[in-house]
């Protein structure tokens, strides 16, 4: 709009937290709680999690979500590594994990 304010139809780009993870993010998810603090390589979390077929661009997806659901610190990214759950993030990782 020309006054700089956004039409009405545009979202603020912030998407709901979801009450229930799919099987996917479940799957990496559970794989992840179980090594907090400790990177883990996508070849890695993609076998353990039983997600082998899944592209890289849908467990890309599967991490968004993640991040969505637990606040996006939750997990950090290392660069040419992989992923790492925080230690303090490992209660609501595992509070999720049980109510989905």
């Known amino acids: 709009m020309p006054d700089g304010t956004a039409?009405?139809?545009?979202?603020?780009?912030?998407a709901p937290v979801p009450s229930r993870l799919?099987?996917?993010e479940r799957a990496v998810l559970a794989v992840i709680v179980e090594t907090p603090?400790?990177?883990?390589?996508?070849?890695?979390?993609?076998?353990?999690?039983g997600l082998r077929?899944?592209?890289e661009r849908?467990?890309?997806?599967?991490?968004?979500t993640l991040r969505r659901a637990l606040g996006p610190d939750a997990?950090?990214?290392?660069?040419?590594?992989?992923?790492?759950l925080e230690l303090?993030?490992?209660?609501?990782?595992?509070?999720l994990l049980a109510a989905s």
Do not use: Y
């Open 88 to 95: 303090d993030t490992v209660t609501a990782a595992t509070d």
């Open 53 to 55: 077929d899944l592209s």
């Open 37 to 49: 603090g400790r990177v883990i390589s996508r070849f890695e979390l993609a076998r353990r999690a």
């Open 58 to 64: 849908r467990i890309d997806a599967v991490m968004v």
């Open 22 to 24: 799919g099987g996917s």
């Open 75 to 84: 997990i950090r990214t290392v660069r040419r590594r992989g992923w790492m």
């Open 7 to 14: 039409p009405p139809s545009v979202s603020s780009g912030i």
